[in-house]
């Protein structure tokens, strides 16, 4: 099996934008390596799905283990797995905080640390983090000051690791969602969610999934926060 055949992880691949993820990249002839806790085998022999809480750092070296193994090399890694909790501040409770944390960060540095030391066997890679617009753009009425410290962080980490891995060819980039049409959000909703973008709709699967193609490919992009978001982070 040749391995110069690209190489993508995906986490929170089940679903949603990541199972949209799973198919884009497919079309594009990468191997795909793809998790989420309840994520089931696939008959595709170019995808593997390794099941389980990247939180555990167990479960982040499975998952780099198995792309090395089976396909040779990491290309890759979409961090797209996360955890949104909207509350009122002092209605957080401490597992609220813990859960954030452990999916948000520190699957983040779990998954990112590892694929990266293989990035820099190769010499390239390229690592999307999935976060919010919510970060630059509080909604009044949407509570998400856990969302906001724990993504936040994430594209604060984004510009750190690109400059640091810069000369290295490794790229770091990160797309900031708005309120994106996934299975989270009952049709019923979706009126209301549409209205909190300039553009008056919701997003689609397909603009995230796009966005992610286009920054997998810009090679001279890195440190960038890519807003998708219907205009919100511009302003109401």
Not at 20 to 35: E, Q
Not at 36 to 64: F, L, M, Q, Y
Not at 108 to 133: C, D, P, R, Y
Request: charged share 20%; glycine share 10%; net charge neutral.
């Amino acid at each position: 099996m040749s391995n110069q055949q690209k190489v993508v992880i995906i986490t929170g691949a089940s679903q949603g934008i990541g199972a949209g993820l799973v198919k884009a990249f497919r079309d594009r002839n990468y191997r795909v390596v793809a998790n989420s806790r309840s994520i089931k085998p696939s008959n595709d022999p170019d995808v593997i799905t390794v099941p389980g809480d990247i939180a555990d750092r167990a479960v982040a070296e499975r998952i780099v283990k198995e792309a090395v193994s089976r396909f040779g090399r990491v290309d890759t890694l979409v961090n797209n797995a996360g955890i949104f909790t909207a509350k009122p501040f002092t209605g957080f409770t401490q597992q609220d905080y813990s859960d954030n944390l452990a999916v948000n960060v520190t699957g983040f540095f779990n998954m990112t640390q590892l694929a990266i030391a293989e990035m820099e066997k190769q010499g390239s890679g390229h690592v999307v983090n999935i976060t919010t617009s919510l970060v630059d753009h509080a909604i009044d009425g949407v509570p998400s000051v856990l969302a906001s410290l724990t993504k936040g962080g994430l594209n604060a980490a984004t510009k750190s690791l690109a400059i640091e891995y810069a000369k290295r060819g490794i790229r770091v980039n990160a797309v900031a969602p708005g309120v994106i049409k996934t299975p989270m959000h009952a049709p019923e909703t979706h009126g209301a969610l549409g209205g909190l973008h300039p553009v008056g709709r919701m997003g689609e699967i397909s603009d995230i999934v796009n966005a992610i193609l286009y920054l997998d490919s810009a090679d001279f992009v890195t440190g960038e926060i890519l807003h998708v978001d219907g205009g919100q982070s511009a302003g109401h």
